[in-house]
């Protein structure tokens, strides 16, 4: 009798599994449209958001014009969310606070949208535009609600992107830089500290825009050097002030003290021109 009890098992599952389904595809079937809502938000308060996600799909142009249409229409917006379908959810929550400002969904809605945004954002290596974007609906959504009780989270979430940015800026500039487009790289890093004044890389922006000017002077036709290898100083005196234990301390003085002697070697050259 044991060797049967796992086939009986695996039988009755496949049976309760079949009936489960059978029921579910009577449901999409169905033309009641009272019991398809029913059973939706049934499905939805049980965690089954994709059978719930399909009934509210085909009920929502169904509703239209009922009470149940807006809830149906949020739970919907939602359920995308849950299977982690971002792009949509962000579609279908935005359309539902466009719709219904006033619902006492709305304001959830709303960040939901930024919610979904943030979720869709890409890693630092790839284009950000999504990101922009949800900066600008997290940004919306704390000028809307600036009570919410969604407010912590929503900061929480633009902080997360800013550094997303913030290392972007950096890792475009520092790529320069490894490229040995020199002058690119004193113009991004330059770029980077304006954009990005507390960023946690500033140091080392600072670092590397010294070495980038004093290997763009050193590339340099001789007539550009000594005027170049000035700007590597004076990067170098703004690092120093800013950052005077820097654990890149010791190679900048390198840098600096070789510009220094460059341009007292130069300086004869760049007095004959000007007389």
């Not at 979904?116 to 949800?134: I, K, V, Y």
């Amino acid at each position: 009798m044991p060797l049967f009890r796992p086939t009986f098992f695996l039988l009755l599952l496949s049976a309760l599994l079949l009936g489960s389904c059978s029921g579910y595809q009577k449901l999409l079937k169905s033309d009641d449209v009272n019991k398809k809502y029913t059973a939706a938000l049934k499905y939805y308060e049980e965690g089954d958001f994709f059978k719930a996600g399909t009934l509210l799909e085909e009920l929502i142009p169904l509703l239209r014009g009922r009470p149940e249409a807006e809830k149906a229409q949020f739970y919907f917006a939602n359920t995308n969310f849950r299977q982690r379908n971002y792009t949509l959810a962000s579609y279908y929550f935005k359309s539902f606070f466009e719709t219904y400002p006033n619902s006492t969904y709305a304001e959830e809605a709303s960040f939901m949208y930024a919610k979904s945004l943030f979720r869709d954002s890409p890693e630092f290596e790839l284009d950000q535009t999504n990101t922009f974007t949800a900066l600008e609906a997290i940004q919306d959504f704390l000028n809307r609600y600036p009570t919410s009780q969604f407010r912590p989270e929503t900061e929480s979430m633009s902080q997360e992107l800013q550094k997303k940015l913030d290392i972007k800026a950096f890792e475009s500039a520092r790529l320069y830089y490894q490229l040995r487009y020199y002058q690119s790289a004193v113009v991004a890093f330059t770029a980077f500290q304006q954009q990005f004044p507390a960023s946690v890389y500033n140091e080392e922006a600072a670092y590397l825009k010294v070495a980038a000017q004093y290997y763009y002077a050193k590339e340099s036709v001789e007539q550009k050097q000594r005027e170049r290898y000035l700007e590597a100083i004076a990067f170098y005196q703004s690092f120093i002030d800013t950052y005077p234990q820097s654990k890149n301390l010791k190679q900048a003085e390198s840098f600096y003290d070789d510009a220094r002697a460059e341009v007292a070697r130069l300086k004869p050259a760049a007095d004959a021109a000007v007389n």
